[in-house]
T-cell receptor
Framework: AQSVTQLDSHVSVSEGTPVLLRCNYS??????LFWYVQHPNKGLQLLLK??????LVKGINGFEAEFKKSETSFHLTKPSAHMSDAAEYFC??????????????FGEGTQLTVNP | DGGITQSPKYLFRKEGQNVTLSCEQN?????MYWYRQDPGQGLRLIYY???????QKGDIAEGYSVSREKKESFPLTVTSAQKNPTAFYLC???????????????FGPGTRLTVL
């Protein structure tokens, strides 16, 4: 079984300062990991994904994440926050099920607030 | 433009009524999914379908039903048996898992269902 823990339900930063959203995962198999972003009353948009090709993954809008197997972490970072980054962020793990294909397990989300 | 559409955007239901949420995709994806989102709980899987005319229950299927008669369509019916249906519902699609867990899911804009 797999699980995802997002360590902060809310993160507040000032515009122009770094962003760090923390995620730890648990998986019996080699996982794929994703970060999605959701703006209010919208669907989810993929920011980036880890597929074992490289441990440092670059995504859209200046976000990146580093896969650390020893720490079972996949933290999301951005050097400088913009007001438009204010949204909810979900860390997601995907593992193949024996008879039913791949399944996504979502973290509970981190609400990012960016202050002017 | 390729994508996933959900309708309606907002839906109001009286207690005891069944309602059907629409999900259509023109991405030529075989796999489709329905999720329910409640505040602070992330996304939970209701039903999914890997191929036309086949679907499986997710983690919270009670009180819901689906059909998959066409590749591009995966409607969700919320029945009167669902005790607490007020939530935000998201539909997603992906290419078949084909032995890989790397395939991200693409999400529609969501339907907000409110029971009066």
């Amino acid at each position: 079984a797999q699980s995802v823990t997002q360590l902060d339900s809310h993160v507040s930063v000032s515009e122009g300062t770094p962003v760090l959203l923390r995620c730890n995962y648990s998986s019996s198999y080699s996982p794929s990991l994703f970060w999605y972003v959701q703006h209010p009353n919208k669907g989810l948009q993929l920011l980036l994904k880890y597929t074992s090709a490289a441990t440092l993954v670059k995504g859209i809008n200046g976000f990146e994440a580093e896969f650390k197997k020893s720490e079972t972490s996949f933290h999301l970072t951005k050097p400088s926050a913009h007001m438009s980054d204010a949204a909810e962020y979900f860390c997601v793990v995907s593992v193949i099920q024996e008879t039913s294909g791949s399944r996504l397990t979502f973290g509970e989300g981190t609400q990012l607030t960016v202050n002017p | 433009d390729g994508g996933i559409t959900q309708s309606p955007k907002y839906l109001f239901r009286k207690e005891g009524q069944n309602v059907t949420l629409s999900c259509e995709q023109n991405l030529n994806h075989d796999a489709m999914y329905w999720y329910r989102q409640d505040p602070g709980q992330g996304l939970r899987l209701i039903y999914y379908s890997q191929i036309v005319n086949d679907f499986q229950k997710g983690d919270i299927a009670e009180g819901y039903s689906v059909s998959r008669e066409k590749k591009e369509s995966f409607p969700l019916t919320v029945t009167s048996a669902q005790k607490n249906p007020t939530a935000f519902y998201l539909c997603a699609s992906s290419i078949p898992w084909a032995g890989s867990s790397y395939n991200e899911q693409f999400f529609g804009p969501g339907t907000r269902l409110t029971v009066l």
